[in-house]
C-alpha cells in the first residue's frame, strides 16, 4: 500500500510523537524512576484495530471513491493520533521539573482576576454552574466528530489542515508541559468551591513526583496551555464550511472557553495560551498543506 507524500509526512509526525514518548521514557527509567499511571485507556485498544481497517477499507475504494477513500484514510490518520496522544500523555507526566503554577496565579493576580472570589460567585448560581460544565464536559465529544463534520463538507483541505493542527498542537503542548508543568487553580487556591476531581490533578502530580502510586485517572494533567481552548478552536474550525453548524460551534465554545476559568479549571492566562497554541498549530497545518499536500509527488492518497 502506497502512502501519498501527505501520508508520509503525517506518519513521520506520529512516529515522531512516539520516539518523543520514548525517549521521555527512557530518561524516567534512568535518571529519576516516578511512578505513574497510564492515559492510554485499556478500554480504547480497539482503536489501532479501527484505524488499519479504516485505511484498508481507504485504500480498497480509492479508485471508486476518491473522497470517500481520502475521508476514510484521514479518519484511520485521525484515530491514530488520539492513540499516539494517549501515549505521550502518559510519558510527559514524569516531567522532573517544578511547577509553574505560583508564577501563572501571580499573573492572573496582576490582571486582577481573582480565581476563589469567581468560583464563589458561580456556586452561588447552581443552574449556571450545571449549564458551564455541561458547555466543558463537551469538548472531547466534540473533537471526536470534528473530523467527521469536515469529511461530510467534502473540505479536503480543511480536514487535512484540521489533522495536522491536532498532531501539531499535541506534540507542542506536551513538550512544553513537560518542561513547564502545571497543575491548576486547585492546586494553588484553597476554596470549597472546588471539585473533588479539580484537586486530583494536583493529587496526580504530588503522587508521581513523591514516588507514591497514583489512586486515579481522574482530572486532568495541564494547565498551561489549556488544552480544552485549543481544542474548542480546532472544533470550531473544522465547522466553518457549515455557516450554520459554525454559529452554533462559536457559541457553544465561547461558553466552553468561559467554563474553563469560571469553573477554576484553568487560570486566565491559560485560555490565550491555548488560543495561541490552536492557531499557530493551524497556520503550521496550513503551511504544510501547501508545501507538502499540493506539491508534487502526492498523487495518491494512500
Request: charged content about 15%; some cysteine; glycine content about 6%.
Amino acid at each position: 500500500m502506497a502512502l501519498s507524500r501527505e501520508d508520509r509526512w503525517l506518519a513521520f509526525w506520529l512516529l515522531a510523537a512516539l520516539l518523543i514518548a520514548a525517549g521521555l521514557f527512557a530518561v524516567n527509567a534512568f535518571f529519576f524512576r516516578y511512578t505513574g499511571i497510564s492515559y492510554f485507556p485499556r478500554e480504547c485498544w480497539w482503536l489501532a484495530f479501527v484505524a488499519l481497517d479504516l485505511a484498508v477499507f481507504g485504500y480498497w475504494i480509492r479508485d471508486r471513491s476518491p473522497h470517500a477513500s481520502f475521508a476514510s484514510v484521514n479518519l484511520a490518520f485521525y484515530a491514530l493520533t488520539a492513540a499516539v496522544m494517549g501515549v505521550l500523555t502518559t510519558a510527559i507526566q514524569y516531567s522532573p521539573f517544578p511547577r509553574i503554577d505560583d508564577m501563572l496565579a501571580s499573573w492572573d493576580a496582576s490582571l486582577g482576576w481573582d480565581t476563589v472570589a469567581v468560583l464563589r460567585r458561580v456556586s452561588e448560581r447552581p443552574s449556571l454552574r450545571s449549564f458551564l460544565n455541561l458547555c466543558y464536559n463537551s469538548t472531547e465529544l466534540q473533537l471526536a466528530l470534528a473530523p467527521f463534520v469536515a469529511a461530510l463538507a467534502h473540505d479536503r483541505r480543511r480536514l487535512r489542515v484540521l489533522l495536522y493542527g491536532t498532531v501539531y498542537s499535541s506534540i507542542a503542548g506536551s513538550l512544553f508541559y513537560y518542561f513547564f508543568p502545571s497543575s491548576g487553580p486547585a492546586g494553588v487556591f484553597q476554596s470549597p468551591d472546588f471539585l473533588p476531581v479539580q484537586r486530583l490533578t494536583h493529587l496526580k502530580f504530588e503522587q508521581v513526583h513523591h514516588f507514591q502510586p497514583v489512586t486515579t485517572l481522574l482530572g486532568g494533567l495541564i494547565a498551561f496551555p489549556s488544552f480544552h481552548v485549543a481544542w474548542s478552536v480546532l472544533a470550531t474550525y473544522a465547522a466553518l464550511p457549515r455557516p450554520r453548524l459554525f454559529a452554533a460551534a462559536l457559541i457553544l465554545n465561547a461558553f466552553v472557553i468561559a467554563s474553563t476559568v469560571l469553573l477554576g479549571w484553568h487560570y486566565l492566562v491559560d485560555l490565550p495560551a491555548g488560543i495561541l497554541l490552536a492557531l499557530s498549530c493551524l497556520w503550521a497545518g496550513e503551511v504544510t498543506h501547501r508545501e507538502v499536500c499540493d506539491g508534487p509527488g502526492n498523487e495518491v492518497s494512500i
